[in-house]
Nanobody, 125 residues
Framework: QVQLVESGGGLVQAGGSLRLSCAAS????????MGWFRQAPGKEREFVAA????????SYADSVKGRFAISRDNAKNTVYLQMNTLKPEDTAVYYC??????????????????WGQGTLVTVSS
């Protein structure tokens, strides 16, 4: 099974940018579709973005379209989430996840093969 470790979270002012990284190990990274999810205080975990194994197809939650971009580098076993024009409502713990099925990452978001431990993003107003 693949292991995932996120990094790059922190405190940023509204309108600022952050780039999250998720490093994978243990299994062949290119076998997995990858996704980012987030959980704000007192709320359920929600889908943010997904990317297919080859990186040619991506999907986004409506709330982040045009502001966030997911990408991957299969040579570095890493998936990224570039977050621009951040808003206070983007404050959450961000998790990366992996599954061999892109549809599960993009449309189901449950019972995925692997999850990271999360990284906290705080956006101040």
């Amino acid at each position: 099974q693949v292991q995932l470790v996120e990094s790059g979270g922190g405190l940023v002012q509204a309108g600022g940018s952050l780039r999250l990284s998720c490093a994978a190990s243990g299994r062949t990274f290119s076998d997995y579709a990858m996704g980012w999810f987030r959980q704000a205080p007192g709320k359920e975990r929600e889908f943010v973005a997904a990317i297919r194994r080859s990186g040619d197809v991506t999907s986004y939650a409506d709330s982040v379209k045009g502001r966030f971009a997911i990408s991957r580098d299969n040579a570095k076993n890493t998936v990224y989430l570039q977050m621009n024009t951040l808003k206070p409502e983007d404050t959450a713990v961000y998790y990366c996840a992996a599954d061999t099925l892109y549809s599960k990452v993009a449309y189901v978001g449950r019972t995925l093969d692997a999850w990271g431990q999360g990284t906290l993003v705080t956006v101040s107003s």
